[in-house]
């Protein structure tokens, strides 16, 4: 433990006991003052770090410590001074404004988060939240934080007139797991530019947002007080994204006491919101002291390990500062610039400076980094692009056999222009006598000091030579400079050459230099100036095509094909783009040029992407076109102190059409908690769009990701992270980058399709539902058939409901469904009466209510016949009684229990399974049927079939015995198909009957009494499905959920299983073949848990009532494929009845892209139900949870695998064998290129039949029997084929498909890519 304990406090410290950040004692311990709120757990209950602005429970190790305000404010406090303050709510409590309507950590309105009040003053008012006091902060501390800043008016929509570019993404509370790290909103503080550019600090280039009104607006400020001295962290006024933006902000390292406080000011004017979410510290804890470090590293004096490149480095990295003392570091020459620039000489462009008394640009460093203190000094660039400024070391001997190294700090902030860059100038008569480039960085690396280390080793006496130049808006800054032992000056040094410059080495782009006639920003080619905004907009304006080079896609022949050509370097950017690129073709980005195509590194940890020779990758050899020489992007050892994870983006892009997509080869092997992404960044969002599925360690993979019509700008990012220390050549890489089909005006040729679409996320609802309503009609005949194509998808999507409006009468619910339909695109119909007599028009109301923000709806073909409509398909009693007929005695009604006061009939119906929902029933007492006596209820015509069918229902018996219900199918004439006569109870039963009929047909259900009082027969749910009945509790999900019921749970805000195809592409990532099957044309049932938050939400897929069992066996195949180096999702099997509930199997997800056995055997002594449950097992997580296949064999025990067939260990309540992982879906082994096969996806609009011709599954063989039973097990199925894979965002169905684009325009699915 660190620290000394107080008088009296006895400590008893295991040193080696567990990880560094946790250091363990007796329980009950009392630690001193200076132990708590430190970020370690010196208690073995963690109680030392409660109430600490963070959760006190123990984290698991390299988690950070979090508050998601659910239980409480974890010491928050508000300290404001006026009426305007901060409270802890939820959305629940405020339905409308411009509050969150749900929070981040859960995304729904039933959680937590700290937000401001309603400012009734007339002045301007700030509002105060603090942290409690913390302690020692380690040099790599990260405070990571939501917020959420929504102004009263309206904002511009996505590529809206008025603004240009900048489309509003994402952001709407559901950021969750690895898109949580990878594909949230930008990093304001690291990563991009958190703050808009006032006027004096330089003029962006390029688009801008819109800027909130000054009248109203919020001004946001991140402020840490230390001793006497308050920094402020960050600060900004907008503009505003929507939903909930993250912020990250590094601390640095502080001694001693200090807290957080975050201030919200706005006028008297501003009726906006301001909330925070997900407090998080991200390694803030200093390291614990061992018994031992590990060969190789320094053993501070505190007892604390420090890595060997942490000597030295100017950070505090033990805590006591002995890792920076002089005895270890008497022979390094620092330079922190707070005297001046010690052995350093610099011409004209750089500048010391300091934080204070500096500009008021909003990018400018708010402290340095030798003091962590807005005191401090630095060096800043002010030199012009055109002109860098150059900072030159002293001349030092030749190294010879031993590095001399220099560690450096550098700020890149507020411009993608600014760059860093590194030259070696060596001396003598053979020496090279132009600079050798060593490092670069270019672009966007947040509000940081982001250290980085250059070892040289020459045979000549040489300089170092720092180059820095300053791009429009944004800040290039040094500290810190730190030369080892082994750099030894010459004895006399010499003054460099005057003007020296360090020009960028390799090949100098060719043709005429830029005309002055062009604005600054401009690119000049020929007789154009090409502005900025049509620079990598996939449409060539140049003659030579240089507007598109250099942007992360390489170059094509005037044919199309691509070919090699080395760039010029991209110090030539502003004048030079690159060669033609055609509207629907891009070349390939092979990375044998040094300019990477564009593709520039952002990162500040100890990873970074860079150029790698193929003989230098880890156990791979070549390139992904198999050749030895190539070079390709790789993952490699960096010297950043930051995020651990390592970033490569492109410049900005865009826009781009429906069909853009992106090819590349990949190669990823990593232990669990590695990762490889590629993240589209858009203003302030991130969207993940692709995530390596496990460790590919065959080699190199291809992979085809659809990246839709996207505004400008927007821009690619591949996202790595592995650990390169540990064994069996783990390691990760891109080659062959393609961009294509991506120009605006590309086409396909498929015909366009439109749709009505209604997205509560674009932009975020404000109300609880939409409305579409026609223009008054005309009736044309006494009834009226309306037919329409509905798509109604989504975990937590709501309701869609039509209602007729008639002059002179109330609304009529002709139609509805709840809850989510599966990704596919339905058919219903509704009869319309009129009054042809009375000369009234009516209009037509689709009405759709959402129930969160995960799902979509839409409508297409919507035509009015004369006549009525047949029969429907479904029907839930809850508009109508769907045409449904008792005959002229009228004993069947439809009814619901809202009052509780019912005579007869269920408590709640089968449909919402409330009192307010409806069904028909029928009451059979004496009194109103006599024993014997029959009530019937016939359907109106159903259309022919064109195949067997099934038609399914749900009864509810009394509990006295009310008789029997019969079942007839009436087509030339009437055929009794069931007979159900049974003791009632209080749950709803499955009725099922298969259907043959080539002509009209109805239904006609009797209820026969037995003349039992206080008896009745109720119905609910008819469903008419293609394909005969299955077994109870038994679905191959080809045609359906068969009888499984996705039931959200807790209500309301629950999440719901969906059902789904891999020929079905969704926003949510899902498996991209069924089990029955093998082919993406098959089904199964789906759930994703990314919508769900860490407060234990779950979704139930439940199955009929079943009758008692003393052993029956439940067999079913699963998919789950989940990022286990973050997070994992369970996956379990209960049983319920009136008992209560009981866990018998359940499994944690893992990243395996195969479909896997499971079985488990089940007895009740009572009526029971199985429901499959998913829920997660940590944090969020991103990723899919499937079902397939599901049997219940009623009175068999379960076989377990053959012996030979893979061991067996435990894991959790089940047994599980290991299987290998396959490699991502999708993906196939390569060196061959992938290339482009005939379309055979459906047409995206509606005006096809709905469903191929209903395919057979062969059932697939079950292992032989074992000895052995009573013992749930899995085992894993067959590898995925290489089966093609459509990437098109898309809502799916096999009838026509729509694109989730914001317009609701669909223009064709994307080309098969194999």
Same mark, same amino acid.
């Given at each position: 433990?660190?620290?000394?304990?107080?008088?009296?406090?006895?400590v008893?410290?295991?040193?080696a006991?567990?990880?560094?950040?946790?250091?363990?004692?007796p329980?009950?311990?009392?630690?001193?003052?200076?132990?708590?709120?430190n970020?370690?757990?010196?208690?073995?209950?963690?109680?030392?770090?409660?109430?600490?602005?963070?959760?006190?429970?123990?984290?698991?190790?390299?988690?950070?410590?979090?508050?998601? %305000?659910?239980?409480d404010?974890?010491?928050?406090r508000?300290?404001?001074?006026?009426?305007?303050s901060?409270?802890?709510?939820?959305?629940g409590?405020?339905r409308?404004?411009?509050?969150?309507?749900?929070?981040?950590?859960?995304?729904?309105?039933?959680?937590?988060?700290?937000?401001?009040?309603?400012?009734?003053?007339?002045?301007?008012?700030?509002?105060?939240?603090?942290?409690?006091?913390?302690?020692?902060?380690?040099?790599?501390?990260?405070?990571?934080?939501?917020h959420?800043?929504?102004?009263?008016?309206a904002?511009?929509?996505?590529?809206?007139?008025?603004?240009?570019?900048?489309a509003?993404?994402?952001?709407t509370?559901?950021?969750?797991?690895?898109?949580?790290?990878?594909?949230?909103?930008?990093?304001?503080?690291?990563?991009?530019?958190?703050?808009?550019?006032?006027?004096?600090?330089?003029?962006?280039?390029?688009?801008e947002?819109?800027?909130?009104?000054?009248?109203?607006?919020?001004?946001?400020?991140?402020?840490?007080?230390?001793?006497?001295?308050?920094?402020?962290?960050?600060?900004?006024?907008?503009?505003?994204?929507?939903?909930?933006?993250?912020?990250?902000?590094?601390?640095?390292?502080?001694?001693?006491?200090?807290?957080?406080?975050?201030?919200?000011?706005r006028?008297?004017?501003?009726?906006?919101?301001?909330?925070?979410?997900?407090v998080v510290?991200?390694?803030?804890?200093?390291?614990?002291?061992?018994a031992?470090?590990?060969?190789?590293h320094?053993?501070c004096?505190n007892?604390?390990?420090?890595?060997?490149?942490?000597?030295?480095?100017?950070?505090?990295?033990?805590?006591d500062?002995?890792?920076?003392?002089?005895p270890?570091?008497?022979?390094?020459m620092?330079?922190?610039?707070?005297?001046g620039?010690g052995?350093?000489?610099h011409?004209?462009?750089?500048?010391?400076?300091?934080?204070?008394?500096?500009?008021?640009?909003?990018t400018?460093?708010?402290?340095d980094?030798?003091?962590?203190?807005?005191?401090?000094?630095?060096?800043?660039s002010?030199?012009?692009?055109?002109?860098?400024?150059?900072?030159?070391?002293?001349?030092f001997?030749?190294?010879?056999?031993?590095?001399?190294?220099?560690?450096?700090y550098?700020?890149?902030?507020?411009?993608?222009?600014?760059?860093?860059q590194?030259?070696?100038?060596?001396?003598g008569?053979?020496?090279?006598?132009?600079?050798?480039?060593?490092?670069?960085?270019?672009?966007?690396?947040?509000?940081?000091?982001?250290?980085?280390?250059?070892?040289?080793?020459?045979?000549?006496? %040489?300089?170092?030579?720092?180059?820095?130049?300053?791009?429009?808006?944004?800040?290039?800054?040094?500290?810190?400079?730190?030369?080892?032992?082994?750099?030894?000056?010459?004895?006399e040094?010499?003054?460099?050459?005057?003007?020296?410059?360090?020009?960028?080495?390799?090949?100098?782009?060719?043709?005429?230099?830029p005309?002055?006639?062009?604005?600054?920003?401009?690119?000049?080619?020929?007789?154009?100036?090409?502005?900025p905004?049509?620079?990598?907009?996939?449409q060539?304006?140049?003659?030579?095509?240089?507007?598109e080079?250099e942007?992360?896609?390489?170059?094509t022949?005037a044919?199309?094909?691509?070919?090699?050509?080395a760039?010029?370097?991209?110090?030539?950017?502003?004048?030079?783009?690159?060669h033609?690129?055609?509207?629907?073709?891009?070349?390939?980005?092979?990375?044998?040029?040094?300019?990477?195509?564009?593709?520039?590194?952002?990162?500040?940890?100890?990873?970074?992407?860079?150029?790698?020779?193929?003989?230098?990758?880890?156990?791979l050899g070549?390139?992904?076109?198999?050749?030895?020489?190539?070079? %390709?992007?790789?993952?490699?050892?960096?010297?950043?102190?930051?995020?651990?994870?390592?970033?490569?983006?492109?410049?900005?892009?865009?826009?781009s059409?429906?069909?853009?997509?992106?090819?590349?080869?990949?190669?990823?092997?990593?232990?669990?908690?590695?990762?490889?992404?590629?993240?589209?960044?858009?203003?302030?969002?991130?969207?993940?769009?692709?995530?390596?599925?496990?460790?590919?360690?065959?080699?190199?993979?291809?992979?085809?990701v659809?990246?839709?019509a996207?505004?400008?700008?927007?821009?690619?990012?591949?996202?790595?992270?592995?650990?390169?220390?540990?064994?069996?050549?783990?390691g990760?890489g891109?080659d062959?980058?393609?961009?294509?089909?991506?120009?605006?005006?590309?086409?396909?040729?498929e015909d366009?399709?439109?749709?009505?679409?209604?997205?509560?996320?674009?932009?975020p609802?404000r109300?609880?539902?939409?409305?579409?309503?026609?223009?008054?009609?005309?009736?044309?005949?006494?009834?009226?058939?309306?037919t %329409?194509?509905?798509?109604?998808?989504?975990?937590?999507?709501?309701?869609?409901?039509?209602?007729?409006?008639?002059?002179?009468?109330?609304?009529?619910?002709?139609?509805?469904?709840?809850?989510?339909?599966?990704?596919?695109?339905h058919?219903?119909?509704?009869?319309?009466?009129?009054?042809?007599?009375?000369g009234?028009?009516?209009?037509?109301?689709?009405?759709?209510?959402r129930?969160?923000?995960?799902?979509?709806?839409?409508?297409?073909?919507l035509?009015?016949?004369?006549?009525?409509?047949?029969?429907?398909?479904?029907?839930?009693?809850?508009?109508?009684?769907?045409?449904?007929?008792?005959?002229?005695?009228?004993?069947?009604?439809?009814?619901?229990?809202?009052?509780?006061?019912?005579?007869?009939?269920?408590?709640?119906?089968?449909?919402?399974?409330?009192?307010?929902?409806?069904?028909?029933?029928?009451?059979?007492?004496?009194?109103?049927?006599?024993?014997?006596h029959?009530?019937s209820?016939?359907?109106?015509?159903?259309?022919?079939?064109?195949?067997?069918?099934?038609?399914?229902?749900?009864?509810?018996?009394?509990?006295?015995?009310?008789?029997?219900?019969?079942?007839?199918?009436?087509?030339?004439?009437?055929?009794?198909?069931?007979?159900?006569?049974a003791h009632?109870?209080?749950?709803w039963?499955?009725?099922n009957?298969?259907?043959?009929?080539e002509?009209?047909?109805r239904v006609?259900?009797?209820?026969?009494?037995a003349?039992?009082?206080?008896?009745?027969?109720?119905?609910?749910?008819?469903?008419?499905?293609?394909?005969?009945?299955?077994?109870?509790?038994?679905?191959?999900?080809?045609?359906?959920?068969?009888?499984?019921?996705?039931?959200?749970?807790?209500?309301p805000?629950?999440?719901?299983?969906?059902?789904?195809?891999g020929?079905?592409?969704?926003?949510?990532?899902?498996?991209?073949?069924?089990?029955?099957?093998?082919?993406?044309?098959?089904?199964?049932?789906?759930?994703?848990?990314?919508?769900?938050?860490?407060?234990?939400?779950?979704?139930?897929?439940?199955s009929?009532?079943?009758?008692?069992?003393?052993?029956?066996?439940?067999?079913?195949?699963?998919?789950?494929g989940f990022?286990?180096?973050?997070?994992?999702?369970?996956?379990?099997?209960?049983?319920?009845?009136?008992?209560?509930?009981?866990?018998?199997?359940?499994?944690?997800?893992?990243?395996?892209?195969?479909?896997?056995?499971?079985?488990?055997?089940?007895?009740?002594?009572?009526?029971?139900q199985?429901?499959?449950?998913a829920?997660?097992g940590?944090q969020?997580?991103?990723?899919?949870?499937?079902?397939?296949?599901?049997?219940?064999?009623?009175?068999?025990?379960?076989?377990?695998?053959?012996p030979?067939?893979?061991?067996?260990?435990?894991?959790?309540?089940?047994?599980?064998?290991?299987?290998?992982?396959?490699?991502?879906?999708?993906?196939?082994?390569?060196p061959?290129?992938?290339?482009?096969?005939?379309?055979?996806?459906?047409?995206?609009?509606?005006?096809?039949?709905?469903r191929?011709?209903?395919?057979?599954?062969?059932?697939?063989?079950?292992d032989?029997?074992?000895?052995?039973?009573n013992?749930?097990?899995?085992?894993?199925?067959?590898?995925?084929?290489?089966?093609?894979?459509r990437?098109?965002?898309?809502?799916g169905?096999?009838?026509?498909?729509?694109r989730?684009?914001?317009?609701?325009?669909?223009?064709?699915?994307?080309?098969?890519?194999?």
């Open positions: 433990m660190r620290g000394h304990p107080a008088p009296g406090h006895l008893v410290s295991l040193l006991a567990g990880p560094p950040g946790w250091a363990w004692v329980n009950h311990c009392r630690p001193p003052i200076e132990a708590v709120c970020f370690v757990c010196d208690c073995q209950d963690c109680s030392d770090e409660a109430q600490c602005g963070y959760h006190g429970a123990l984290p698991a190790p390299d988690t950070p410590f979090t508050c998601d %305000f659910e239980q404010s974890c010491g928050w508000d300290i404001s001074t006026s009426g305007y901060w409270l802890r709510g939820r959305a409590a405020e409308e404004g411009p509050g969150p309507h749900s929070d981040h950590t859960l995304g729904t309105d039933l959680g937590w988060y700290m937000a401001v009040g309603t400012h009734r003053g007339k002045e301007v008012a700030t509002a105060a939240l603090r942290s409690p006091v913390l302690r020692e902060a380690a040099p790599t501390c990260q405070l990571r934080l939501w959420y800043t929504a102004s009263g008016g904002c511009p929509g996505p590529c809206a007139p008025g603004r240009v570019g900048g509003l993404r994402g952001g509370g559901e950021a969750r797991g690895l898109q949580q790290r990878l594909g949230g909103t930008p990093k304001e503080g690291l990563g991009s530019q958190g703050s808009s550019q006032p006027a004096g600090c330089g003029r962006q280039q390029g688009l947002l819109l800027q909130a009104p000054k009248a109203d607006a919020a001004e946001l400020r991140l402020e840490l007080t230390h001793g006497a001295e308050t920094l402020t962290l960050w600060q900004s006024s907008g503009p505003w994204g929507p939903g909930w933006q993250e912020l990250v902000v590094a601390t640095g390292r502080i001694q001693g006491d200090f807290r957080i406080t975050f201030f919200a000011t006028n008297a004017t501003h009726r906006g919101a301001v909330a925070l979410d997900d510290f991200w390694g803030c804890g200093l390291p614990t002291p061992q031992h470090c590990a060969l190789g320094h053993h004096r007892g604390a390990c420090v890595e060997p490149h942490q000597l030295c480095d100017g950070e505090d990295n033990c805590g500062s002995s890792d920076e003392s002089p270890a570091c008497s022979h390094h620092a330079t922190d610039f707070e005297t620039l052995p350093w000489s011409s004209e462009g750089w500048a010391r400076n300091r934080s204070t008394g500096g500009p008021g640009c909003p400018w460093p708010r402290r980094h030798s003091r962590n203190s807005a005191r401090g000094s630095f060096l800043v002010v030199a012009e692009p055109s002109a860098p400024a150059i900072l030159s070391s002293p001349e001997q030749a190294s010879g056999s031993q590095n001399c190294s220099l560690t450096f550098h700020y890149l902030h507020g411009s993608e222009d600014g760059c860093l590194l030259f070696l100038q060596t001396h008569p053979r020496a090279p006598q132009v600079p050798i480039l060593l490092r670069r960085r270019h672009g966007e690396l947040g509000a940081a000091w982001v250290r980085d280390r250059v070892d040289i080793r020459s045979e000549h006496p %040489f300089q170092i030579l720092l180059a820095g130049q300053t791009g429009p808006g944004g800040v290039v800054g040094l500290d810190d400079l730190i030369l080892s032992d082994h750099c030894k000056p010459v004895p040094v010499s003054s460099p050459a005057p003007g020296l410059l360090a020009p960028a080495p390799g090949p100098q782009p060719p043709g005429p230099q005309q002055d006639f062009c604005e600054p920003g401009h690119l000049s080619c020929g007789d154009l100036c090409v502005p905004e049509q620079l990598c907009d996939f060539q304006q140049c003659g030579g095509g240089e507007d080079q942007c992360g896609k390489g170059q022949e044919g199309g094909a691509p070919f090699l050509q760039l010029p370097t991209a110090g030539a950017r502003q004048r030079l783009r690159g033609s690129v055609p509207a629907t073709v891009a070349g390939t980005t092979d990375f044998e040029s040094p300019e990477a195509g564009g593709w520039e590194d952002a990162s500040v940890g100890q990873l970074q992407w860079g150029r790698l020779p193929a003989q230098e990758g880890r156990g070549t390139d992904a076109r198999g050749a030895v020489t190539g070079h %390709f992007l790789s993952l490699q050892r960096a010297w950043g102190q930051l995020t651990a994870e390592a970033r490569v983006l492109t410049p900005a892009l865009g826009p059409g429906p069909h853009c997509k992106l090819h590349m080869a990949y190669y990823f092997h990593s232990h669990s908690q590695g990762f490889l992404a590629l993240v589209v960044v858009e203003d302030s969002s991130r969207e993940l769009v692709w995530q390596a599925g496990g460790s590919s360690s065959g080699g190199w993979k291809v992979h085809t659809l990246l839709g996207r505004c400008r700008p927007f821009r690619l990012e591949f996202v790595g992270l592995v650990d390169l220390d540990r064994p069996g050549q783990q990760a891109v062959d980058v393609t961009l294509r089909d991506c120009s605006p005006m590309a086409s396909t040729k366009a399709g439109y749709f009505m679409l209604l997205d509560p996320t674009d932009p609802a109300g609880p539902g939409a409305h579409l309503l026609t223009q008054p009609q005309t009736p044309a005949a006494p009834q009226e058939c309306l %329409f194509w509905y798509h109604l998808c989504g975990p937590q999507i709501g309701t869609l409901r039509l209602v007729m409006r008639q002059e002179g009468e109330a609304e009529k619910h002709l139609w509805s469904r709840s809850g989510t339909q599966g990704n596919h695109w058919q219903a119909w509704a009869t319309l009466h009129h009054q042809l007599g009375s009234a028009k009516y209009q037509l109301l689709f009405e759709g209510l129930n969160g923000y995960h799902g979509s709806m839409a409508l297409d073909d035509a009015v016949r004369p006549g009525p409509c047949w029969a429907p398909d479904h029907c839930s009693f809850e508009d109508s009684a769907c045409g449904f007929s008792s005959g002229t005695q009228g004993l069947w009604r439809r009814q619901a229990n809202a009052t509780g006061h019912t005579a007869w009939g269920p408590h709640t119906d089968h449909t919402t399974e409330t009192a307010q929902g409806h069904y028909m029933v029928v009451d059979t007492s004496p009194q109103a049927l006599p024993c014997g029959v009530a209820l016939t359907s109106e015509k159903h259309r022919p079939l064109a195949q067997p069918a099934c038609l399914t229902f749900w009864y509810h018996l009394s509990v006295h015995s009310p008789g029997t219900l019969r079942v007839h199918v009436e087509e030339a004439a009437r055929q009794q198909v069931l007979s159900i006569t009632g109870g209080f749950a039963r499955l009725g009957v298969d259907v043959q009929a002509q009209a047909w006609v259900f009797e209820a026969v009494a003349g039992m009082e206080h008896s009745y027969i109720a119905l609910d749910d008819l469903l008419l499905q293609d394909g005969p009945c299955p077994r109870p509790a038994s679905c191959d999900f080809e045609a359906g959920l068969c009888g499984w019921r996705p039931l959200p749970w807790p209500r805000g629950g999440y719901s299983w969906d059902w789904s195809s020929a079905t592409p969704s926003r949510y990532s899902q498996p991209p073949v069924d089990h029955t099957l093998g082919t993406e044309a098959g089904h199964f049932a789906l759930f994703e848990t990314g919508v769900l938050g860490p407060g234990g939400r779950v979704a139930w897929l439940r009929q009532p079943l009758p008692a069992t003393e052993a029956s066996c439940l067999h079913f195949w699963y998919h789950m990022p286990e180096h973050f997070y994992k999702g369970e996956l379990r099997v209960l049983l319920g009845s009136a008992r209560g509930q009981l866990v018998v199997w359940g499994v944690g997800g893992h990243l395996r892209h195969q479909w896997l056995e499971g079985q488990v055997e089940v007895a009740s002594a009572e009526e029971f199985i429901v499959f449950e829920t997660l940590g969020p997580a991103l990723g899919p949870i499937a079902l397939d296949d599901v049997e219940y064999l009623a009175g068999q025990h379960c076989q377990l695998p053959a030979g067939q893979g061991s067996r260990h435990s894991a959790g309540i089940h047994h599980q064998r290991p299987v290998d992982t396959p490699g991502d879906p999708g993906s196939h082994t390569a061959p290129a992938p290339q482009p096969q005939p379309n055979t996806a459906p047409p995206l609009d509606t005006q096809r039949p709905q191929p011709p209903a395919q057979t599954a062969t059932p697939r063989a079950r032989g029997p074992h000895p052995s039973i013992t749930p097990a899995i085992r894993a199925g067959p590898l995925l084929p290489e089966a093609c894979v990437h098109c965002h898309q809502l169905g096999s009838r026509g498909t729509p989730l684009l914001r317009l609701g325009m669909c223009l064709g699915a994307a080309p098969t890519a194999q």
